[in-house]
């Protein structure tokens, strides 16, 4: 099955940012998904706090979208 930005977006629904129950994605902070082959981009809009959040929320997302079969 080939990732599209759908499937990326709906993968990362799993991450939720630090502290809160809600995800990235409900929250309006995937602001852009690029995919040029194999590559996927992604644009965060993660709200000014601690560096561990955001290494945090980055390795999240990288371990959401590798769980992708495509």
Same mark, same amino acid.
């Given at each position: 099955m080939? #990732? +599209?930005? @759908?499937?990326?977006?709906?993968? %990362?629904?799993?991450?939720?940012?630090p502290g809160l129950k809600r995800d990235i994605v409900s929250f309006g902070m995937v602001e852009g #998904? +690029?995919? @040029?082959?194999?590559?996927?981009? %992604?644009?965060?809009?993660i709200p000014t706090g601690s560096p561990t959040h955001q290494e945090k929320i980055a390795r999240e997302c990288h371990d959401a979208i590798m769980e992708l079969e495509g």
């Open positions: 080939a #990732v +599209t930005e @759908e499937r990326i977006r709906e993968a %990362l629904t799993q991450v939720r940012f #998904v +690029t995919i @040029e082959g194999s590559e996927v981009k %992604l644009r965060l809009n």
